[in-house]
């Protein structure tokens, strides 16, 4: 009988447990929203820590910041798994792989640092910042009026970190021209801009590879950030008869069919 009592204060324990962390990372009240905030800082201090380390000797105590920031995502991990209504599709989610990367990345000193390249990884962690955007267009009308800016440009600077990262871990080892972070970061805005100074080049099949890959997809992106500034402002409001999204700020009708909008707006300033 007490055995039975102690399963079911756990069991409710763990229940509690949950809802909590249901409350933080999905709720709507402004704990919850300031919690989320906190994680998106934490990401941040952690991508630019991956970028200030890469400067300095490997030492004692960043092995340890290593292992204490990798411990703090584990949990942050695992919250998500116990509270995911989908564990499985969650589990093969592509942010989620990447989240496992990097946790192992940063537990390198412990499991042996030739994984370590794997941390550059955890900036695919603010693609998950997305899950703000509803609350930052509440927040914030700096945001609501640029937001297609924003997000073209973060999506530009994830891209540019992640190639950078792959190209200084690759080629740091074998190619003399890499020697830093700045080095790879330099490879890596001239590939994408086409400049292509030519004083310093990838060296090896993977280093070639990462040349196309950078160019390609880079250039398609920055295509995409000049068209956004050079586009006329617009807002995204959803049209309720024919769903277009984008109109003039100060539309009343929808071009495509001419119904009434209703457009919320800040008032005169």
Known sequence: ?????????????????????????????????????????????TILFIVVTSFLPRDEVTEWVDVAIGLAVLADFLARIVISRNRWRDLAHPVTLADIASIISFLAPVVGEGIGFLRILRTVRLLRTYQLLARLRADSAFFRHNEELIIATVNLGVFIFIMTGFVYETQRWTNGEIRNYVDALYFTIAALTTTGFGDITLTGTLGHLLSVVIMIFGVTLFLRLVQVLLRPNKVRHACPVCGLQRHDRDAVHCKACGTILNIPDEGAV
């Open 1 to 45: 009988m007490q055995s039975r009592n102690l399963r079911q204060a756990f069991a409710a324990s763990c229940g509690r447990s949950v809802e909590r962390l249901r409350f933080l990372y999905e709720g709507g009240s402004p704990e919850a929203h300031r919690f989320r905030y906190g994680l998106l800082l934490f990401d941040t201090a």
